[in-house]
Nanobody, 123 residues
């Protein structure tokens, strides 16, 4: 049974930083593309970032480029999202996602989802 468990969300002020973590189990972690997708209240799900198994390939939404960094530790079956210079518009539930195959910016192609962690950025 695949499980993705996020942690690290919280309430911060604009300009602060947070690091989200996602611990994966029940899958061959190094064979999966890992990513983060977020959903703000009243809005559709939005791709944030993705990383291939080798960490050589990463992709980001334009809205977070230069502020967010995705990374993974295959030995720990964990993926991270370092979020710097947070803005109120980053407020959302952040979901850890996984899929085999190629990385994608389309949220509906990811096979596995965590339960989500809330990130709230106050102005």
């Amino acid at each position: 049974q695949v499980q993705l468990v996020e942690s690290g969300g919280g309430l911060v002020q604009a300009g602060d930083s947070l690091r989200l973590s996602c611990a994966a189990s029940g899958l061959s972690f190094s064979n999966y593309v890992m990513g983060w997708i977020r959903q703000a209240p009243g809005k559709e799900r939005e791709f944030v970032a993705a990383i291939r198994w080798s960490s050589a390939y990463t992709d980001y939404a334009d809205s977070v480029k230069g502020r967010f960094t995705i990374s993974r530790d295959n030995a720990k079956n964990t993926v991270y999202l370092q979020m710097n210079s947070l803005k109120p518009e980053d407020t959302a539930v952040y979901y850890c996602v996984a899929r085999r195959g190629i990385a994608s910016t389309q949220s509906n192609v990811y096979d596995y989802w965590g339960q989500g962690t809330q990130v709230t950025v106050s102005s």
